[in-house]
């Protein structure tokens, strides 16, 4: 499925709706470059399941948990991540096999420990079609 974004309300938007029709157990991968508007997304996917605090990338912390909306939200940041087993040390599999929405910004460093099934999220800027534009892909894999 392709999405293309002119604005970062457009952004948002297509993240709510993602995090409105998610299901317990979902793991969703999100690729991109700095400043595409991945935290924009992210934050979007919250309200979506009825989160009211602020969502900030956890770029430090790794993972932010939130209980407050209809199901758990993961969100990891794994940018700085050194080594994978970084991650089994934060124990990521309570995560990735849980009971709610699992998001990880930087997958693609994590590869070889992410599930068998996920949607990989990708979003891409197109300076041809204006600075606010971005085409967002979401991918079975």
Not at 7 to 24: L, V
Not at 50 to 77: C, K, L
Request: aromatic share 14%.
């Amino acid at each position: 499925m392709i999405f293309e974004s002119y604005s970062a309300e457009d952004t948002f938007a297509f993240g709510k709706k993602i995090g409105e029709e998610a299901q317990p157990g979902q793991v969703y991968t999100l690729i991109g470059d700095l400043g595409v508007g991945k935290t924009v997304f992210t934050q979007g996917v919250a309200a979506g399941l009825g989160i009211r605090e602020a969502v900030n990338s956890p770029t430090f912390t790794i993972v932010q948990i939130y209980d407050e909306g209809r199901m758990p939200f993961y969100h990891f940041d794994v940018y700085r991540i050194g080594d994978v087993e970084e991650m089994e040390e934060i124990g990521y599999e309570d995560c990735f096999y849980g009971e709610g929405l699992c998001l990880i910004e930087w997958a693609n460093l994590i590869e070889e420990i992410l599930p068998e099934h996920y949607t990989q999220i990708t979003i891409e800027k197109d300076l041809e079609k204006g600075f606010d534009y971005r085409r967002i892909t979401a991918d079975e894999i």
